[in-house]
């Protein structure tokens, strides 16, 4: 079987999704890649979260064929692959319909930057893009054009989109989104102002969180 400690990864990380309250019933998934040999690991199309074994996980090239595996890859897969062929500096994609943050893609409003705890980890306040089919080379082109090198994008109408160094950095930048947007979200229900944190603070902020936040490596 082919990178079976991926495998593992991209599993439990899928995994990980309803138990942090980012999914429902099938919809959602994580992905990671093989940059080597332009391989992408990702959830089946249609299965329970909790029917999910390392061994279900697809292995698909970059042009969407089925490299290992005897399930369907998830539908999401032509999105992955696009924003994969785009952003050479990711390693993971989480893709989720999480309630607070696809809210601000129903308005089609961006994510402010206002909390220090996820500005930290993305520098930057999440942009939203504009309507686009879904699971169509559309949506993956409107996630690379709006977001950039950004850390998280807001689909228009459909939810987040999230990436990091590895499956599991992806997942925790929509954990961490998903708090914000439902910590911002009951700000303006109490009748507060949201506002950006100034440029120069995010800048300094990003830059200190990821000098100093977790263990050195040995």
Known sequence: ??????????????????????????????????????????????????????????????????????????????????VYKHRGDIGGITHTHSPYSTAFALLG???????????????RAIPCTEYVKPAHDETGEAIVRVGGDSLAVLVNRHGPFTFGASATDSVKVAVDMEEAARTIFYARAMGGEVTDLPGEELDRAFGWYHKNYGQDPH
């Open 1 to 82: 079987m082919l990178y079976p400690e991926l495998r593992e990864e991209v599993c439990a990380m899928n995994q990980e999704l309803p138990e942090q309250g980012l999914v429902v019933w099938t919809g959602g998934n994580v992905s990671a890649i093989v940059r080597e040999a332009g391989h992408v690991i990702i959830k089946p199309s249609g299965l329970r979260f909790r029917e999910l074994t390392p061994e279900s996980m697809v292995v698909t090239d970059l042009e969407g064929n089925v490299v290992e595996g005897d399930l369907k890859p998830s539908v999401d897969l032509g999105i992955h692959n696009y």
């Open 109 to 123: 409003q961006p994510l402010p930057a206002a909390l220090t705890p996820f500005s930290h980890i993305v520098g």
